[in-house]
Structure formats: structure tokens, C-alpha cells
């Protein structure tokens, strides 16, 4: 988790650009970290990985982006608002392949700025999967701000996530971010308690429902505070993660 913090927080001089492109060459995915993958969600080795897996094969890089001279935020309190998966070629994380990450950062929000960067995983010259995801960087706190409409979920919350269970997604996937992880830290971003991460929340609805699809969209709602116990509904090809019968953290489009 240090470590983690240590990354964002050792940056360069800012030099602001609205927009920017940075690219990466990428070692494949240690087999170590698949299988932890696969272990953490009970996914048998004929199941192919999920799409949301490309936001793991991509983190490394997209935390080099936060950091990156050019990123006009402190990385620290982003709040991850959407992310979406559109794959046009198979893709062998096994297999080494190029990141180029496109930011634009200069939507404005109530809240402060709206920063996406879309993720784009090349291998042998071709682009096979583009991952944009959408962040917001609070800029002032508005106690006005317009409360989510609440909704009745009828289902079973039989999904329990704990401390213990963010820090096994934080080794798998690399992301330390303290709110995942550390009641103290996650205060000081206004949070009750360390919360799951969202994209977990994305891989369990994906394997869960044995979703194959090359496009989907996660919105991320309220935060998943822990511990808690979480339940997934489903009508058609949309799903929604719930806890307490009422409170939405996550909404799913599949698109055929």
C-alpha cells in the first residue's frame, strides 16, 4: 500500500495539457497472477478470463499515467465512475502487447473535473481492446449534491466481502489504493470505511452470471463501504450489484 502511495505521490513537474497519449510496452502477464485471478473467483482453467480482466492487464500502466507530468491531478481521490469494454480481437495477455492510454482531462462536473482515459491493448500491430474508463476529481464539496434515487432489489445478498477479501483483489491486481484497504486512510477521503473496489465488483457479475461478451459498461454508484454482504440482479442483459435491498453500487449493460 506504500508503495502504491509513494508512486502517485513522486511526480514530476506538472506541465498541463488538456489532452495526451502515452504508450507502453507491456511483459505478458505472469501466470502467478492468472492463477490468483482464477482463485480468487473460483474460475476453472476452461473458462476463459473475463473482458473486465483487461483493467488488471492494463493498472501498471494506468497508474504510470497518473503519475505522469502531464496529468494535471493529484491521483489520490479519484472516483472511478465508468468503465467500458469493447473488444474487436482476441487478445493473449500471456503473450507480450502494447498500452497506449488517451487522456483528456478538461471536462468540467458540479464536483470538479471529469478525466477519461481510454486504453488501448495492441498485439502484433493490431489493436484488439479499448478500455475507456472515467474518473472525477473533487474539486469542492457541495452538500446540496442530489442524493442517487433509491430502488427495491428482490433478491438474495449471499456475496460477503470483507477487509480480508479487498486486500486478496489488492494482490491480484495490484491496486493498493488505501481506500480499498485501510479504514484509517479511507476517513480521510470522507468515507465511512475502506471500500471494495468497484471492478471486483465487475469480474464477480461477469463470472457469476457466465457473461461472454465482447462490449459491456460498468457504472459505478454508491460506494461498497465494508464489510458487507451484496447481492446481484439481473433483468435481461442489464445487472445491477445491491446491498441492503436499496443501495445500487454498480449497473451493468451487456450489449450483444
Same mark, same amino acid.
Given at each position: 500500500?506504500?508503495?502504491?502511495?509513494?508512486?502517485?505521490?513522486?511526480?514530476?513537474?506538472?506541465?498541463?495539457?488538456?489532452?495526451?497519449?502515452?504508450?507502453?510496452?507491456?511483459?505478458?502477464?505472469?501466470?502467478?497472477? %492468472?492463477?490468483?485471478?482464477?482463485?480468487?473467483?473460483?474460475?476453472?482453467?476452461?473458462?476463459?478470463?473475463?473482458?473486465?480482466?483487461?483493467?488488471?492487464? !492494463?493498472?501498471?500502466?494506468?497508474?504510470?499515467?497518473?503519475? &505522469?507530468?502531464?496529468?494535471? +491531478?493529484?491521483?489520490? !481521490?479519484?472516483?472511478?465512475?465508468?468503465?467500458?469494454?469493447?473488444?474487436?480481437?482476441?487478445? $493473449?495477455?500471456?503473450?507480450?502487447? #502494447?498500452?497506449?492510454? #488517451?487522456?483528456?482531462?478538461?471536462?468540467? &462536473?458540479?464536483? @470538479?473535473? %471529469?478525466?477519461?482515459?481510454?486504453?488501448?491493448?495492441?498485439?502484433?500491430?493490431?489493436?484488439?481492446?479499448?478500455?475507456?474508463?472515467?474518473?472525477?476529481?473533487?474539486?469542492?464539496?457541495?452538500?446540496?449534491?442530489?442524493?442517487?434515487?433509491?430502488?427495491? +432489489?428482490? !433478491?438474495?445478498?449471499?456475496?460477503?466481502?470483507?477487509?480480508?477479501?479487498?486486500?486478496?483483489?489488492? =494482490?491480484?491486481?495490484?491496486?493498493?489504493?488505501?481506500? &480499498?484497504?485501510?479504514?484509517?486512510?479511507?476517513?480521510? +477521503? @470522507?468515507? /465511512?470505511?475502506?471500500?471494495?473496489? !468497484?471492478?471486483?465488483?465487475?469480474?464477480?457479475?461477469? %463470472?457469476? #452470471?457466465?457473461?461472454?461478451?465482447? =462490449?459491456?459498461?460498468? $457504472?459505478?454508484?454508491? /460506494?461498497?463501504?465494508?464489510?458487507?454482504?451484496?447481492?446481484?440482479?439481473?433483468? @435481461?442483459?442489464?445487472?445491477?450489484?445491491?446491498?441492503?435491498?436499496?443501495?445500487?453500487?454498480?449497473?451493468?449493460?451487456?450489449?450483444?
Amino acid at each position: 500500500m506504500y508503495q502504491y502511495i509513494k508512486l502517485l505521490a513522486k511526480r514530476p513537474q506538472r506541465t498541463f495539457f488538456n489532452e495526451f497519449s502515452v504508450e507502453f510496452e507491456q511483459k505478458a502477464i505472469r501466470a502467478k497472477q %492468472i492463477t490468483q485471478f482464477r482463485a480468487l473467483y473460483h474460475l476453472e482453467q476452461t473458462i476463459d478470463l473475463p473482458i473486465s480482466f483487461a483493467f488488471i492487464a !492494463g493498472f501498471n500502466a494506468l497508474l504510470k499515467t497518473f503519475s &505522469h507530468k502531464h496529468f494535471a +491531478f493529484s491521483p489520490l !481521490g479519484l472516483i472511478h465512475l465508468k468503465s467500458e469494454f469493447d473488444k474487436t480481437l482476441e487478445i $493473449d495477455f500471456q503473450q507480450s502487447f #502494447k498500452i497506449i492510454n #488517451k487522456v483528456r482531462q478538461d471536462r468540467r &462536473h458540479p464536483m @470538479g473535473k %471529469i478525466i477519461v482515459i481510454e486504453t488501448l491493448f495492441y498485439q502484433n500491430e493490431r489493436c484488439c481492446l479499448i478500455n475507456k474508463n472515467t474518473f472525477l476529481k473533487k474539486l469542492k464539496s457541495d452538500k446540496r449534491e442530489r442524493m442517487s434515487k433509491q430502488q427495491s +432489489f428482490v !433478491g438474495d445478498t449471499n456475496f460477503i466481502l470483507n477487509h480480508a477479501k479487498a486486500l486478496a483483489y489488492a =494482490k491480484v491486481s495490484n491496486d493498493f489504493n488505501p481506500i &480499498h484497504i485501510n479504514n484509517k486512510l479511507a476517513k480521510l +477521503f @470522507g468515507l /465511512p470505511n475502506a471500500i471494495m473496489h !468497484g471492478v471486483y465488483l465487475a469480474h464477480l457479475v461477469l %463470472i457469476e #452470471k457466465n457473461i461472454e461478451t465482447n =462490449k459491456v459498461k460498468f $457504472d459505478f454508484k454508491k /460506494p461498497c463501504v465494508l464489510p458487507c454482504a451484496i447481492g446481484i440482479f439481473s433483468e @435481461g442483459n442489464e445487472h445491477q450489484v445491491f446491498s441492503g435491498n436499496e443501495q445500487l453500487h454498480l449497473s451493468i449493460k451487456v450489449f450483444d
